[in-house]
């Protein structure tokens, strides 16, 4: 089993959707929760970083639920810019501060 | 965010040669880097951890003598990969802490290696 699963997808929305993606983790010692966005032959971006108490930036929600080791972010009114793989990240301070990652889960909204 | 440069970002070579990839923290120290290699429509694996003073860890299956690590300064780290085969050609990776209390890390623009 992986450490951090994720639906690989594709997702193919329309423009204006609304789109969850969700992510789980293994290791319950993980402290440090991330949604990375990687664009294609690009590197990862920090998108934002989870808190337990849930956190919204702009159209981005991303929530956290550490009893059932799962992690979410929602994306409302979707613009064709956002199309990109989106990267479920976990850090464990623990382990040298090694970031661990999903495989992605890829995003395609069309016009 | 931090910035985090890569150099090159691409690169072709012949078999067997040796190609030096840097990293770089631009307007922060890094005693810690990291490197990750990504093939195509997978996501990264991480290699190795750079340490600053130190030897570098690297993950199980990572050849440490074929993956060669310095860290050479607080803000520098470079991988060199020795004698390179195509099955080494993909996307290298360097991140960084940028110092955030939650440790996120900040990623190099990567370098594209193809070996011919």
């Known amino acids: 089993r992986k450490e951090v699963e994720q639906d690989p997808g594709p997702f193919n929305v329309p423009e204006g959707a609304t789109v969850a993606f969700n992510c789980t983790y293994s290791n319950s010692a993980s402290q440090s929760f991330f949604w990375y966005r990687q664009d294609c032959r690009k590197e990862p971006k920090l998108l934002m970083s989870v808190y337990s108490s849930g956190n919204e930036d702009g159209r981005f929600t991303a929530q956290l639920n550490r009893a059932s080791q799962y992690i979410s972010l929602l994306i409302r009114d979707s613009k064709l810019s956002d199309s990109a793989t989106y990267l479920c990240?976990?850090?464990?301070?623990?382990?040298?501060?090694?970031?661990?990652f999903g495989g992605g889960t890829r995003l395609m909204v069309k016009p | 965010g931090a910035v985090v440069s890569q150099h090159p970002s691409w690169v072709i070579c012949k078999s067997g040669t040796s190609v030096k990839i840097e990293c770089r923290s631009l307007d922060f120290q890094a005693t810690t880097m990291f490197w990750y290699r990504q093939f195509p429509k997978q996501s990264l694996m991480l290699m190795a951890t750079?340490?600053?003073?130190?030897?570098?860890?690297?993950e199980q299956g990572v050849e440490k003598d074929k993956f060669l690590i310095n860290h050479a300064s607080l803000t520098l780290s470079t991988l060199t990969v020795t004698s390179a085969h195509p099955e080494d050609s993909s996307f290298y990776i360097c991140s960084a802490p940028g110092g955030g209390a939650r440790y996120e890390q900040y990623f190099g623009p990567g370098t594209r290696l193809t070996v011919t």
């Open positions: 990240v976990v850090n464990n301070r623990n382990a040298g501060n090694m970031l661990t």
């Open positions: 750079s340490n600053e003073g130190s030897k570098a860890t690297y």
